[in-house]
């Protein structure tokens, strides 16, 4: 369009105005026009008629040009007709069609008149809400006032410049953050509380209790919010929403200048100050009383709530801490055993009697004999035990000579620290590589409460995986349902469940067979997180299951759709020499030293609980180090066979 000539700029002004004046009566200067169609109607016709001729004028000879969005404006009065799209289409068949050209990209499904409000206010965007915590779409009013500003009440409430000027008027005009937190506030809505309901606050009445409850059930079908798994949802999702931690740590820098409470000495004085006045000791566990009524409390629960559905029990003896019972080995005499035998006992789930299977033979005994008992029942060829002609002078517990595949069965206690080495199970693995050998380290806690994930695994090292599928008969997704990647991984990989940014599956006939997850760089492997830079966090198959193919095109699609500078994962050398990522195009940076656990309850935890400054929170001595301190509670380390770690660079 080419620029409006002066005479018609000029025009187009007494247009406008002449416009105001015959739809608004338009007050110059702040005073009243004497405009008024019953007092002055020759003049307001007078107005009206130059109004039309001027325009039809200037419309059918193309002398002013306007361009489409004055024309939008001027043409759209009060009737909204420019946002009707059949009015427009047959009327202004050039203006349709810059609005269609200027919505064709991210605004193509809109509305027509949300089409035409984007064209004229020049928006190239969606609308989103105006809280910067989330990310809905706002709803369309009109095409006077546009959009909402929220996408909800709960918005506007939640969102923090809401929250800074209503704040700040509270500061104004009451003193405190919040009006309800000034003392007058607080009588005052005591006192109407107490007229209306009888008590200080409404949910303390009964009928409001009742009505409360009948709503919860008649929305979710439960009388309090915690049995419904649809609000347990909902407040996590408004839990993670909310950025708790910061909010937290941002109150505590503000109010106090430091992120915890116990950072501030007066808390921690106070806290000494009372724990001295009550225990007469600094930390209520350095109390003897105190310690000895814990563990008494401990040792009555398992006694009395652990052992009530053991049939064999004859007796129970508190005082001498044992118990007397029938012989669980098909044999015709009882025993008596030490509450803390039974209890190892119990937790492996093996022989009671200790006549028929004394102390020393003990649960790695079965364990590793059930263990072998496995591997003889799906492998049968050759199988050498006990060798120490192989990696001499070290032994193999079992050996494949035909595969060149070991298995060592790693007993919890007899392999802890007390008994071997930080470096022993380290000096087999690299040992048996140096033979190339590939040697499998199974520990007795995983093959106790993660038989089946370890059986799957045997199987596919010895190339036995009972059910194979091929990648290219499935299809990938991307899973948003942590429920899902838990409960799979849990079942299926053998170090279960990690939080991870990306997950990914893939489903043969509608059902997840593998899964591979990424997510930032951890910081407690020592590295800083860079972005476009990650981890390959897990990937599994279904148990007994191979995919084959399935690895490469899960992270096929994760490089190709979100574009990675760069990869980096490990291979635990217990299991795995990194075959798979060398297939995946991983390059070896290099081999870590042994990594340690602690042994707790049969169990292996991870070090990371047991951190220094972590202990010293507990209330353990700060003058002693980490392995001084669980040495002291007689928890020891049990070390594995290190780590190599691997990385993947877009080239």
């Not at 350095?286 to 629960?301: A, F, G, S």
């Amino acid at each position: 369009m080419s620029k409006l000539s002066k005479e018609w700029e000029l025009l187009l002004t007494i247009l406008q105005f002449l416009k105001k004046v015959i739809y608004n009566q338009w007050d110059s200067n702040n005073q009243k026009l004497l405009l008024n169609k019953k007092r002055n109607k020759k003049l307001f016709l007078f107005f009206y008629k130059l109004y039309i001729k001027i325009f039809i004028y200037g419309r059918n000879r193309n002398v002013y040009n306007m361009n489409n969005i004055e024309t939008i404006k001027i043409e759209n009065g009060t009737s909204g007709r420019m946002y009707v799209e059949k009015y427009v289409k047959k009327n202004y068949p050039e203006i349709f069609n810059d609005v269609i050209e200027f919505c064709n990209d991210k605004l193509v499904d809109l509305p027509f008149k949300e089409k035409v409000y984007h064209y004229v206010n020049d928006l190239k965007n969606n609308v989103y809400c105006s809280n910067p915590n989330c990310k809905n779409l706002v709803n369309f009013k009109n095409s006077t006032l546009g959009y909402n500003n929220y996408c909800s009440n709960a918005c506007v409430s939640s969102d923090p410049n809401i929250k800074k000027i209503k704040e700040d008027k509270s500061y104004l005009k009451f003193g405190t953050k919040a009006p309800g937190m000034n003392s007058d506030i607080k009588e005052k809505m005591i006192k109407t509380n107490q007229e209306r309901y009888g008590s200080n606050s409404p949910l303390q009445n009964d009928e409001v209790q009742k009505k409360s409850k009948d709503t919860l059930f008649k929305n979710y079908g439960v009388d309090n919010p915690n049995k419904s798994e649809e609000l347990k949802i909902k407040r996590i999702a408004s839990f993670k929403k909310s950025n708790y931690k910061e909010n937290y740590l941002k109150t505590m820098m503000d109010r106090y200048g430091v992120e915890y409470p116990y950072q501030i000495p007066e808390i921690l004085q106070k806290s000494k100050d009372t724990l001295f006045k009550n225990y007469g000791v600094l930390n209520p566990y350095k109390n003897v009383d105190i310690v000895n009524d814990v563990q008494e409390k401990r040792k009555n629960t398992w006694i009395y709530n652990k052992i009530s559905n053991d049939e064999n029990i004859i007796n129970i003896d508190s005082d001498n801490r044992e118990y007397t019972i029938k012989c669980d080995a098909g044999k015709e005499h009882t025993f008596k055993i030490s509450f803390e035998l039974y209890k190892s006992r119990k937790q492996f789930a093996t022989y009671m009697c200790n006549e028929c299977f004394p102390e020393h033979f003990n649960q790695t005994s079965m364990s590793e004999h059930d263990f072998l008992s496995f591997v003889k029942s799906v492998y049968f060829n050759d199988i050498l035990e006990n060798s120490k002609r192989i990696i001499s002078p070290y032994e193999l517990d079992v050996f494949l000579p035909e595969l060149k595949i070991g298995f060592e069965f790693n007993g919890i206690y007899w392999h802890n620290e007390l008994y071997k080495d930080s470096n022993y199970h380290l000096k087999k693995t690299e040992l048996c590589e140096s033979n190339d050998i590939k040697l499998i380290h199974i520990y007795e806690d995983d093959w106790m409460y993660k038989n089946d994930i370890v059986k799957s695994r045997i199987l596919n090292v010895l190339n036995l995986t009972p059910n194979k599928i091929y990648a290219r008969k499935t299809e990938i997704k991307e899973i948003t349902d942590n429920k899902i990647v838990r409960e799979f991984l849990e079942k299926n990989h053998i170090q279960g469940f990690i939080g991870s940014q990306f997950k990914f599956g893939i489903y043969y006939n509608n059902e997840l067979v593998s899964m591979m997850t990424f997510g930032k760089q951890r910081k407690n492997m020592g590295i800083k997180s860079s972005p476009e830079c990650y981890e390959l966090l897990r990937f599994c198959n279904k148990l007994n299951t191979n995919v084959i193919g399935g690895a490469s095109k899960l992270f096929k699609h994760f490089t190709d759709n979100y574009k990675p500078k760069e990869i980096i994962t490990y291979a635990d050398r217990s299991w795995s020499q990194g075959d798979l990522y060398y297939k995946l195009g991983f390059d070896f940076v290099h081999k870590s030293q042994s990594n340690y656990y602690y042994v707790v309850d049969g169990l292996r935890k991870n070090r990371f609980n047991f951190r220094k400054d972590v202990l010293i929170k507990d209330g353990f001595d700060p003058e002693k180090s980490e392995k001084e301190i669980m040495l002291e509670r007689k928890i020891y380390r049990i070390y594995d066979s290190g780590q190599l770690k691997f990385i993947w660079k877009n080239k």
